[in-house]
């Protein structure tokens, strides 16, 4: 294991070729290559946008945050801490994304998207996705309810009372569907993924 110590005590965060600013350089860096890791720490992503009221205004664009991600987590779970921490120090610069993040023994969707005017942070929901299984996002929040006490299953605090303040839902926390809420609609892209890996099912469940 190779630990990359950092030559600044600065990193420069950069969207299209143009510096949006600078954040804390971590005290050791650790190598990539492309979306993975040394520790096989690996995160692709999928853009739904959402309400575009809430696109990010903050430092750290959804790329930018993948790659520092990779350079300071060696774990899926790590990497949620560290993804989900950054965007709310520096505020986030985009719309609302699906991450994949998989590392030797777990794989998870995190979800998330920006407050817009009202913070520079995010609200955001992550679910591990059980072994045996598989999962696919192809540009929707594929994350609709979910349990609220549930090892596998994080979620920031304000996820729902930030739904609520902004009008988007009235309901019970239980009946809560972060996608139904931020994303505004669901598309089927999945189907064909779900007839090639399993081809005698012929409806889609979300």
Same mark, same amino acid.
């Given at each position: =294991?190779? !630990?990359?110590?950092?030559?600044?005590?600065? #990193?420069? /965060?950069?969207?299209?070729?143009?510096?949006?600013?600078?954040?804390?350089?971590?005290?050791?860096?650790?190598?990539?290559?492309?979306?993975?890791?040394?520790? #096989?720490?690996?995160?692709?992503?999928?853009?739904? @946008?959402?309400?575009?009221?809430?696109? #990010?205004?903050?430092? =750290? !664009?959804?790329?930018? %945050?993948?790659?520092?991600?990779?350079?300071?987590?060696?774990?899926?779970? &790590?990497?949620?801490?560290?993804?989900?921490?950054?965007?709310?120090?520096?505020?986030?610069?985009?719309?609302?994304? +699906?991450? $994949?993040?998989?590392?030797?023994?777990?794989?998870?969707?995190?979800?998330?998207?920006?407050? @817009?005017?009202?913070?520079? @942070?995010?609200?955001? /929901?992550?679910?591990?996705?059980?072994?045996?299984?598989?999962? #696919?996002?192809?540009?929707?929040?594929?994350?609709?309810?979910?349990? %609220?006490?549930?090892? &596998?299953?994080?979620?920031?605090?304000?996820?729902? +009372?930030?739904?609520?303040?902004?009008?988007?839902?009235?309901?019970?926390?239980?009946?809560? !569907?972060?996608?139904?809420?931020? +994303?505004?609609? !669901?598309?089927?892209?999945?189907?064909?993924?779900?007839?090639?890996?399993?081809?005698?099912?012929? $409806?889609?469940?979300?």
């Amino acid at each position: =294991i190779r !630990d990359v110590a950092p030559s600044r005590g600065l #990193g420069d /965060v950069y969207k299209r070729q143009r510096p949006l600013g600078e954040i804390d350089e971590a005290p050791h860096t650790y190598s990539t290559i492309g979306n993975m890791n040394e520790f #096989g720490l690996t995160i692709s992503e999928t853009t739904w @946008g959402g309400r575009a009221e809430l696109a #990010g205004t903050g430092l =750290i !664009d959804y790329g930018s %945050l993948i790659y520092i991600t990779l350079e300071r987590a060696r774990t899926a779970r &790590e990497a949620i801490d560290t993804m989900t921490s950054l965007a709310n120090k520096y505020g986030y610069a985009s719309g609302g994304e +699906s991450f $994949s993040i998989a590392d030797a023994d777990e794989v998870w969707i995190l979800e998330l998207i920006g407050k @817009g005017k009202h913070d520079k @942070g995010i609200v955001w /929901v992550a679910r591990r996705v059980p072994d045996g299984y598989i999962s #696919g996002h192809a540009n929707n929040a594929r994350i609709h309810t979910f349990p %609220l006490d549930d090892p &596998e299953t994080l979620y920031s605090p304000d996820v729902i +009372s930030f739904a609520r303040k902004c009008g988007y839902y009235k309901g019970k926390d239980e009946d809560f !569907d972060f996608s139904r809420a931020y +994303s505004v609609y !669901d598309m089927l892209s999945m189907l064909s993924l779900i007839h090639i890996s399993e081809p005698t099912r012929r $409806s889609y469940i979300s």
